[in-house]
């Protein structure tokens, strides 16, 4: 005889075995364990607190919910499809410790406010890590900015070479970047800080409960206000998912990035044995399949942001069992987000970056060329005009195999008579790199004054 289902009343025959497996979670839900004890903590304070029930009902189901965390956490819970989801386990679980009383624990609540608690407390431990992480990361590539101030590489459009710049400017640009994320990442705090816990299976309960003793127990800022938005949202987990989403885009640009500039033709950068793969046919390759599967990695979490859209897209409210279908894909993008941030970080920190490689490579090319129209629209002439002075030198240079920096001065000053000796230095990279320093430009001065606002902005952020 199978055991009875803790909603068993009302049916006559049971659900087949196949049947009941599609529609269990505990596969999955059972990472939720520890969020469903403390939930049932707050809960059993508050029904004792309120008289719900009597004190030592409380404290006797109290005491037990402790044990099986205690059990928990030393892994010595086991959980039974046939109880279908977490909490009918938990609460099963505690009835074979405590006995009958264990049934009072359910008294003004449902499975509905408890999921959706469950979730949000476990969305808001892993947004705290979320930030945490992404501090460090934004603190590597600020080091990294730090050690390249006059480090010149190429800048590209279209990945043409555009005009030199600072690696010390390219690793700000993704500081940035990474910094709105963690913005992102903490608004979505805010939204997910809230408890649903006693709006009870929709509609409320005429129970005398407290909601704002067990938010407060729980450490939520405030209760929801609404009960049937209390059971029925999954903004919270949708904000989160498409927070992470850009956040994998981001990581996945940088990623790809890092993969062309440790290619033979780029050759910019080196990663580290501990971040590098080999090949098991070919001896001589050093792979960066870390970096490629964070690239690779970014689609699961956009897969999970779209299949969470199309699940609530046309819900009616309150609780559908399709919610149940929230969990594998948040749990899901935590994951990924969580690792791929510090293996991210890690190789960052531990690759080597080929100055005079990335010098080199600005060099023989014409990413200079706006060096000498600037220079001419400095002297006067408007800027069109020297712009097509320019392009025209360039296809002569390229027609005949050199670059600007090889046209000799008498040729120059046939272009121009304003052009003097001083334009060879205006060519360099170095000196191209360094003068930008209008707001946000790559010139020294300006990522200086960036790198400061970084440190400000991040002692700001680990005060958190
Ligand atoms: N396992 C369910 C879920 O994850 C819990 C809520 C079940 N509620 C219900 N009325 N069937 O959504």
Redesign the pocket.
């Known amino acids: 005889m199978e055991a009875k289902k803790l909603w068993g009343g009302r049916f006559e025959a049971s659900l087949e075995e196949w049947v009941e497996e599609f529609g269990a979670?505990i596969r999955f839900?059972q990472k939720l364990a520890k969020y469903d004890i403390q939930g049932s903590l707050a809960h059993v304070q508050m029904l004792g607190a309120t008289g719900v029930i009597s004190l030592e009902e409380a404290q006797s189901i109290q005491a037990g919910l402790e044990e099986l965390l205690n059990d928990y956490e030393a892994g010595k819970l086991v959980f039974d499809i046939q109880n279908?989801?977490?909490?009918m386990n938990i609460e099963s679980l505690l009835t074979e410790k405590i006995g009958s009383v264990a049934g009072k624990l359910h008294t003004a609540r449902?499975?509905?406010d408890?999921?959706a608690t469950d979730m949000h407390l476990y969305l808001k431990d892993t947004l705290f890590q979320v930030v945490d992480k992404l501090t460090n990361l934004r603190q590597t590539l600020v080091n990294l900015a730090q050690e390249h101030i006059e480090t010149v590489m190429p800048g590209y459009t279209h990945l043409q070479h555009a005009q030199p710049i600072s690696f010390a400017q390219h690793m700000l640009a993704y500081y940035n970047m990474f910094s709105r994320d963690s913005e992102r990442f903490a608004f979505n705090i805010q939204h997910t800080d809230i408890s649903p816990l006693g709006a009870a299976?929709l509609a409320g309960t005429t129970f005398p409960i407290d909601r704002q003793l067990t938010s407060d127990l729980m450490g939520f800022s405030h209760p929801y206000t609404n009960s049937l938005d209390a059971v029925s949202d999954r903004d919270f987990i949708l904000e989160f998912l498409s927070n992470a989403s850009i956040l994998m885009m981001h990581m996945s640009r940088l990623c790809e990035e890092i993969i062309n500039w440790c290619s033979h033709e780029y050759k910019f950068v080196t990663l580290s044995d501990t971040f590098s793969t080999g090949s098991s046919i070919m001896p001589q390759k050093k792979n960066p399949d870390m970096a490629e599967l964070i690239r690779g990695k970014t689609g699961r979490v956009y897969g999970n942001l779209v299949g969470m859209l199309t699940v609530m897209k046309s819900l009616p409210l309150t609780?559908n069992?399709d919610?149940?279908e929230?969990?594998e894909g948040m749990f899901d993008s935590a994951e990924t987000i969580l690792v791929s941030i510090d293996i991210l970080a890690g190789m960052l920190q531990s690759m080597t970056v080929h100055k005079e490689r990335m010098a080199q490579s600005t060099e023989k090319d014409f990413s200079n060329a706006t060096e000498l129209a600037d220079y001419l629209a400095s002297k006067g002439l408007p800027f069109r005009q020297a712009h097509e002075i320019v392009g025209k030198l360039v296809l002569e240079c390229s027609k005949a195999g050199y670059y600007l920096q090889d046209v000799p001065l008498e040729r120059y000053q046939e272009i121009s008579s304003i052009i003097g000796p001083d334009i060879y230095t205006a060519l360099e990279s170095q000196t191209a790199v360094s003068r930008r320093n209008s707001l946000g430009g790559t010139g020294f001065e300006s990522i200086r004054w960036q790198i400061q606002q970084a440190k400000e902005q991040l002692s700001a952020s680990k005060g958190l």
């Open positions: 979670s839900d279908e989801d977490i909490h449902s499975r509905n408890q999921v299976a609780y069992k919610l149940q929230d969990k």
